[in-house]
DNA sequence: CGACGCTTACG
DNA sequence: GTAAGCGTC
């Protein structure tokens, strides 16, 4: 083949991308594309992006290629250049671009861009390929053997998922080239938006993490990753959600971390549902019936983190800091929006979706409904009460004390009651309903 | 082969 | 309570 243009979009690394891996090996050009889309701005996620594409378009030049970047409709770029490499009438051909090449994903919006792609290949007589890579297991590739295009309950899923046969991790392309005179166009300017240190985007830190993580910390995780204090989860899920580490590789790197590649079982257990039911931001996975509290100030106070409950605002401020959140936070705070405040999960979801750098649908929402009880979970009427859960997960209140200053001083015997002291504690509101 | 019911298991 | 998996008809 002559050319071919790969259309990246969560899948910004060079390791183990099959797309891209096939495109060096079948073309003799390679045009690695990236669409800044305004119309789905990154918000909050656009500093990691900015960081994660100057990485790659660094790891691509490294291999002779480069990062060609350009603005507006993904589709429409995308058939743009590759007429302007194949040339029109006003000549000046540089190769013919005979392939688009895309890493397969399960949104609704991520799916309708691959559709309009594949027809508009189509129309201008491109091959058009989706390939795996955002997945350990592609979505739709284990079905419940009783039928069924999806595994709707997570244990059956992780059973026959375990057993799956997986494909080659894939090395990084030695070479790329690029067709002469190509405008590599200007990625986006670091942002303001990198809430914190710790999540510097981009391929290359992300292995170096992996790699120190994987020799030093996944031992601990099985016993670690409910601790609220500590920093002994992984922290990939913004580099997952980027695509700026494969998550095959790292199941297969974690052969030993049974309870690490669980959850990147969840991940991919939520993937083939969004897959499956494309609505799973808006509409009930499994309607029950139930019915919300439209309270905009008790939303409002969950949010900014002051809704009297130490452990729910710690989880609401980290968010607000870090655009991250620990798991078991998570689920705390979702819960407690959900169940306590009964407010739709919908305006929880989209919060999160909003501030998180690992924001993606397909975990983002999935998760939402399994807590809302109108998703996958088989127990949808389950209870959790925060008190004991902080006291279990956060026993010397320490991540309390970490990002909510107005309970430093709290002894903690109290800490994660505070409307237990007589007087209160100044500056820190009262609960704004029983926490269980 | 598919509908149905039974058993098992479920964050 | 509900889904999966399997055996049976």
Redesign the pocket.
């Known amino acids: 083949m002559d050319t071919v243009i790969v259309l990246l979009n969560r899948d910004l690394r060079v390791h183990d991308h099959p797309a891209l891996a096939a495109a060096c090996a079948e073309a003799r050009r390679v045009v690695p594309l990236f669409v800044l889309d305004p119309s789905v701005p990154a918000g909050r996620r656009s500093g990691f992006l900015a960081e994660s594409l100057a990485d790659l378009r660094r790891s691509l030049r490294e291999r002779g290629g480069d990062l060609v970047v350009r603005r507006g409709d993904p589709v429409a770029e995308t058939v743009r250049l590759a007429r302007e490499i194949t040339g029109g009438a006003d000549g000046g051909s540089t190769g013919v671009v005979e392939a688009v090449h895309v890493s397969a994903d399960v949104s609704a919006l991520a799916r309708r861009r691959e559709r309009r792609l594949a027809e508009e290949c189509e129309r201008h007589r491109m091959g058009f390929r989706a390939f795996p890579g955002v997945t350990v297991v592609p979505p739709g590739a284990v079905t419940?053997?009783?039928g069924?295009d999806h595994?709707?309950?997570?244990?059956?899923y992780w059973?026959?998922w375990q057993t799956h046969s997986r494909r080659e991790v894939l090395p990084a392309p030695a070479r790329v080239t690029l067709p002469e005179g190509l405008d590599p166009g200007v990625p986006p300017p670091g942002h303001p938006h990198r809430p914190h240190e710790l999540f510097r985007g981009g391929e290359t830190v992300a292995r170096r993490r992996m790699r120190q993580w994987l020799k030093y910390c996944v031992a601990d995780y099985a016993a670690g990753h409910d601790d609220l204090a500590g920093n002994r989860t992984s922290k990939f899920s913004p580099y997952l959600r980027f695509g700026c580490l494969s998550p095959l590789e790292l199941a297969s790197l974690a052969e030993d971390g049974d309870d690490f590649v669980?959850?990147l079982c969840?991940r991919d257990f939520f993937h083939q549902v969004t897959m499956a039911f494309p609505a799973i931001n808006r509409a009930d996975y499994?309607p029950r019936g139930l019915t919300w509290n439209d309270d905009a100030e008790a939303l409002r106070a969950w949010k900014e983190g002051r809704t009297g409950l130490p452990i729910v605002d710690a989880g609401m401020r980290q968010l607000l800091e870090e655009g991250w959140m620990h798991n078991r936070a998570r689920?705390l705070t979702s819960w407690f929006l959900v169940k306590r405040l009964r407010v739709d999960w919908r305006a929880g979801a989209d919060h999160f979706f909003g501030l998180l750098l690992d924001g993606d649908v397909a975990n983002n929402y999935g998760n939402w409904q399994w807590v809302a009880g109108t998703g996958n979970?088989?127990?949808p009427n389950?209870t959790v009460n925060p008190v004991r859960q902080a006291r279990r997960f956060d026993p010397d209140g320490e991540y309390v004390r970490r990002y909510v200053p107005e309970l430093r001083n709290v002894p903690p015997k109290t800490l994660h009651e505070p409307w237990r002291l007589p007087s209160g504690v100044r500056g820190y509101p009262p609960p704004l309903v029983s926490p269980a």
């Open positions: 419940p053997s009783g069924g595994y709707r309950v997570f244990t059956p059973r026959a669980r959850q969840w499994r689920l979970d088989t127990r389950r």
